[in-house]
T-cell receptor, first 114, second 110 residues
Framework: GAGVSQSPSNKVTEKGKDVELRCDPI?????LYWYRQSLGQGLEFLIY????????KSGLPSDRFSAERTGGSVSTLTIQRTQQEDSAVYLC????????????FGSGTRLTVV | GESVGLHLPTLSVQEGDNSIINCAYS??????FIWYKQESGKGPQFIID?????DKRQGQRVTVLLNKTVKHLSLQIAATQPGDSAVYFC?????????FGKGTKLSVIP
């Protein structure tokens, strides 16, 4: 597509439930990133995928968080046993290649854990 | 750890005036900086970038200044318009990760 697409745009879930957030990067972009933005805060790096290389998971806040990228395209961020502190906007970005700093961000998924 | 931060959390300017948004960074090894604009309900949008071998770069109505001596960045917006109202973030690139500051909210008074 023309831009980075994220779904759902909003998600309300009960504490303890699992959620899956989806990101469709720009076609041909080999690098994909997940960031988290809490209310009134800057963006916090979560995870990075580049081609077929092992992902950099150094930003994932706990083992409840995981992400996959299938076929070098679509990515899914999974949060297990959600907690209220997981409430945030989860943003996905893609770029043409590592070292190309022209990130394009999606509009994000607003996650609310009640 | 090292971080990127902003001097002013909010800024109100009159329509037509120039806006200046400031940012301090602490990682002296950073070689690339980006300004993003984020409107409500949207993801960050690239505005302008600058590499550390430059001290000034101009775009359409925007200018970024880099002072490596004091590790300071600024974003200047000329003839600020209502559509410029948003939160502005500076970010520094560390390898392939962007480290963001908290953001400055710019409000344009008609």
């Amino acid at each position: 597509g023309a831009g980075v697409s994220q779904s759902p745009s909003n998600k309300v879930t009960e504490k303890g439930k699992d959620v899956e957030l989806r990101c469709d990067p720009i076609s041909g972009h080999t690098a994909l990133y997940w960031y988290r933005q809490s209310l009134g805060q800057g963006l916090e790096f979560l995870i990075y995928f580049q081609g077929n290389s092992a992902p950099d998971k150094s930003g994932l806040p706990s083992d409840r968080f995981s992400a996959e990228r299938t076929g070098g395209s679509v990515s899914t961020l999974t949060i297990q046993r959600t907690q209220q502190e997981d409430s945030a906007v989860y943003l996905c970005a893609s770029s043409f290649q590592q070292g190309n700093y022209g990130y394009t961000f999606g509009s994000g998924t607003r996650l609310t854990v009640v | 750890g090292e971080s990127v931060g902003l001097h002013l959390p909010t800024l109100s300017v009159q329509e037509g005036d120039n806006s200046i948004i400031n940012c301090a960074y602490s990682n002296s090894a950073s070689d690339y900086f980006i300004w993003y604009k984020q409107e409500s309900g949207k993801g960050p949008q690239f505005i302008i970038d600058i590499r550390s071998n430059m001290d000034k770069r101009q775009g359409q109505r925007v200018t970024v200044l880099l002072n490596k001596t004091v590790k300071h960045l600024s974003l200047q917006i000329a003839a600020t318009q209502p559509g410029d109202s948003a939160v502005y973030f500076c970010a520094e690139n560390e390898r392939y990760q962007l480290t963001f500051g908290k953001g400055t909210k710019l409000s344009v008074i008609p």
